[in-house]
């Protein structure tokens, strides 16, 4: 067994990108090239273009704005509208799988795959379950959900699943957030022109908005998701390129929502469609993914990953892609144009994501069957139009256990405890093997790729220094295919770990890096922590967990981050937010917030002082609590 290293990624890249150049096509590559050096003013966080006297560029010379905004306002503001755009995001993908569940009905596109689990929302949300129709409950649990949104009064509900010690932090400084909705508004309202500049209401603000989304949106996006489609359990699975298959009919699915991805594969799946493509001549379908949408459907289908964010260019490099059927977020423009130097269908299916040089087939859930299936069709029809000299599909791919939700990892890691009493179906297990120092912490990995970096390095240097030091890695999004295209998640990969980590691995028969899921699933993440401080009696702050995202390039990625130090978790980052320019925002956020949530963010671009530092921060958590 040996990992995939990442020259390795890159020679396939660049054999890509020379099919890539044959046929004129455009790469991220190159644009970067285009793009660089980046503009100053907008690295630093310093323009502000909120109102049409501007913009306004802060300099030593012009030290305020028009209407006098200092430059800490105008950073805090930038902040705070990126952290709303990535929540709202979240949570509109989130509101999407509430409508979803709330058209559920027995026989129809969409049902209830873990009524265990509804019950147990419907319970958290006060909805009756006794004597009832599973589809009824289901869809005033829905509405209930939905309401989240709106609600005028109360806070999230699932802050109740938190410590008290956490929950009381963030009420007490006004961090908790109410409806979903309502921070966004509140956040725009802080920032249109001649609202908030003073740089603590603007971070404590971001920090609530991030909140709505982590304890709101994206936890009901999960939650709803495993409702309609399961419960992610242990699967096996592959990743990177050679996934795709050259003599099948290459479907890749991209974006976010399970709700279409989980339809796609219904269909590729159904013996018709599959004589279908034979007839068409190929041997098969294969259907692999693209970013979130791909851990979607391998954690609860096994469906390969073929690759991450800055991957997606290549799947259609590869000439082999018949369909790449997209839905939400993360997609770039460029499919569409790429798409056309070759036989790709680049197929859109959301009014939110709507893009020049695609086949738009709108998709919603009373039509979600006959449009899966007719995107199948489409995609099989297509393989006659494969040009054979354009292919090549770089042989590369490692083996992969993934599907470690919160049930699954409570469910594993009951097996390597020697105290038997009160400890299944508990995070108790866990917190034996930190307490006894044979796991010295965990690490949640997550977030994106992004050019500033070298794809993927960091996530996968990172990882294997992590899991040498005997620490326990969960992955979401990009950071997860990252890990699962080098094989960490391949359970031989246990004999690049310390003796403690290696052991666990052994015993709880699991891979070091545990696959949590997509990016709204980091409310996995969150949930498990909060178990994980009341098994133990311990404020969040106080476990040996951090987060890290080291190539994280969205709005998305920046919410995120605000709800993990909102939950009383140390973040760290390897590319920097556009902040730079305000000493009190920076100062605020890697140290003033620690005040108000119990945690902080760390900025490191390199990457092995990023590594570093987290460990050391592990060590002194857990001298802290005397372990
Ligand atoms: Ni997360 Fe998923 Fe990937 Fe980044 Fe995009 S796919 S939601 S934002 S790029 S990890
Ligand atoms: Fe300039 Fe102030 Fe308008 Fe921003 S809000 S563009 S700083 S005048």
Redesign the pocket.
Known sequence: FKLTSVEEFEAATARLLETGAKVGADSWQMRVKNQTPHCKFGEQGICCRICAMGPCRITPKAPRGICGCDVHGIVGRNYLKFTAGGAA??SDHGREICHTLHCAEEGGNYQVKDPAKLLKLAKEFGVETEGRDIYDVAHEVAEAGLMEYGKPFGFQKFLDRMPESQKELLIKNELAPRAIDREVASSMHMTHMGCSSKPEALIKQSIRCGMGDGWGGSMMGTEFSDVLFGTPKPIDTEANLGVMNADNVNIVVH??DPSLSEMICEYADDPEMIAYAKEMGAKGITVSG????S?EVAMRRGVPMAG??LQQENVVLTGACEAIVVDV??IFPALGPLSKCFHTKFITTSPIAQMPDSDFIRFSPENAGENAKAIVKMAIENFKNRKPELVHIPDMKQKATVGYSLEAIVKTLDGVTNSQVDVTGTTKPLLECVTSGVLRGAVAM????NPKVRPDTAHIELMKKLIANDIIIVA????A?AAARAGLMDKRAKDLCGAGLKRVCELADIPPVLHMG???DISRMMNLVAELAKDSGLKISQLPVVGC?PE???E??VS?GNYVVGTGIDTFLGVEPYVSGSTEVEQLLTDGVREWTGAAYTVEKDIDKLGDAMIQRIEEKRAAIGI
């Open positions: 995001t979240h974006g976010h693209v970013c979130c949408t851990n991450n964010f977020q993360c997550v977030g994106c790729n979401s999004g990009c950071s295919q997509s990016c709204v995202a994280w390039m969205s998305k990625a995120i």
